[in-house]
């Protein structure tokens, strides 16, 4: 999944407001399960919307458990987890992903925030 994920860092550069995660120090190795990125809020439906169009299951990330009404009394502020799940998309990660489904991927994000 570490070499998918690095396909869409690859195809999605350059395009405005597309995020990775941040890098981890070169003494960490990280574990890729999902390959994300956040986009703006705003226009995260209308790229989830235009996905659905061209048949690519991507997943919005979780829901804060600060927004979710039975955790209500005891929530806090969680500015991060808020802005996490109103910005983050999971994309495909699996092993039938390939370089043209990464390409399609981008042509989505380039269709709706270029």
């Given at each position: 999944?570490?070499?998918?994920a690095?396909?869409?860092?690859?195809?999605?550069?350059?395009i405005?407001g597309?995020?990775?995660p941040?890098?981890?120090?070169?003494h960490c190795?990280?574990?890729?399960w999902?390959?994300?990125v956040?986009?703006?809020?705003?226009?995260?439906d209308?790229?989830l919307?235009?996905g659905?169009a061209a048949?690519?299951e991507m997943r919005?990330f979780?829901?804060p458990?600060?927004?979710m009404?039975?955790?209500?009394?005891?929530?806090?502020?969680?500015?991060?987890?808020?802005?996490?799940?109103?910005t983050?998309?999971n994309l495909?990660?699996?092993s039938?992903v390939?370089a043209q489904?990464?390409?399609?991927v981008?042509?989505v994000?380039?269709s709706?925030l270029s």
């Open positions: 999944n570490a070499a998918i690095a396909s869409y860092r690859e195809a999605l550069a350059g405005e597309v995020r990775f941040p890098d981890l120090p070169d190795q990280p574990v890729t999902l390959a994300c956040q986009v703006p809020a705003d226009r995260r209308a790229v919307a235009a659905r048949e690519i919005p979780f829901h458990l600060s927004v009404p039975p955790y209500a009394p005891y929530a806090r502020s969680c500015p991060n987890s808020v802005e996490l799940g109103a983050g998309l495909p990660t699996s039938a390939d489904v990464v390409d399609r981008a042509r994000f380039r709706v």
